[in-house]
């Protein structure tokens, strides 16, 4: 695949007698916007924490943007992170900090910028995101959960990285506020060029706005392809899933 950005190569990963991953390989293209499915225990979230260095798998390699991330040192992953973003599944921002605060964090941790000129970055990214200026004095707490889905977002998009890892990003969310932050992620991916891998469950997302699906069970890669090439997959966890929320006319409507 050329420009690749992420390159997985027979991942293994064990919890005690646990094996979550059996030789998982899978390669992710610039401005390619993928979707990790499978069913809850597949490994789908650690997959994405093994990415960005957060665990280490049991074997296996992970390239991400170059850097082969389980040699990389201190230095080089905090070089990595500058070029990548992550929203968490439950947003995870600081509960005591206000929104703007929450998306001023990466400017404070990665670079030497004034606050006079970190205030007015944190307005842009608000913006980017389609919340008002004022959402950026409101707590956490004051937020709804879709406001805190985007400044979350915001967040991850601070330092214009290059990739976005986003874990279950509509869950909890409405079925109008989980459209809308489809259509944003859309929207975000293809005016920055952004790649985006994402885990979800949620098939609205799947059907409307992913490039790619990556299928997960067994601790290995079931399908991977075009979502219409993995919605005709045999394999029965798949058709089922396929199935739950199909359309008249089949999995993606007449």
Avoid at 27 to 44: F, P
Avoid at 89 to 111: C, K, M, W, Y
């Amino acid at each position: 695949m050329a420009d690749t950005v992420l390159q997985i190569d027979s991942l293994v990963t064990r919890f005690g007698r646990n094996q979550v991953h059996d030789g998982v390989s899978l390669r992710i293209g610039r401005g390619e916007v993928v979707a990790l499915i499978g069913g809850s225990g597949t490994g789908k979230s650690v997959l994405l924490k093994e990415a960005i260095g957060l665990l280490r798998p049991t074997a296996g390699r992970i390239e991400l943007l170059g850097q082969d991330v389980g040699r990389a040192d201190e230095a080089q992953m905090n070089a990595l992170r500058r070029r990548f973003g992550m929203l968490f599944q439950d947003g995870a921002l600081f509960s005591s900090l206000s929104a703007a605060e929450n998306i001023a964090v990466p400017f404070r941790e990665h670079t030497h910028l004034a606050d006079a000129l970190i205030a007015p970055l944190v307005g842009f990214k608000l913006s980017l995101v389609g919340l008002a200026p004022d959402t950026g004095s409101r707590m956490p707490a004051q937020l709804s959960g879709g406001m805190r889905k985007r400044v979350a977002l915001a967040r991850a998009l601070a330092l214009e990285p290059e990739v976005l890892f986003l874990d279950e990003p509509t869950s909890g969310l409405d079925p109008i506020g989980a459209r809308a932050f489809d259509r944003l992620i859309r929207a975000l991916a293809d005016s920055l060029g952004l790649t985006v891998l994402l885990v979800t469950h949620d098939l609205d997302t799947l059907l409307s706005i992913i490039d790619r699906a990556v299928a997960l069970a067994h601790g290995k890669v079931i399908a991977d392809g075009p979502v219409p090439t993995v919605a005709a997959s045999d394999d029965p966890w798949l058709k089922a899933y396929f199935a739950a929320r199909a359309p008249p006319g089949g999995p993606h409507g007449t």
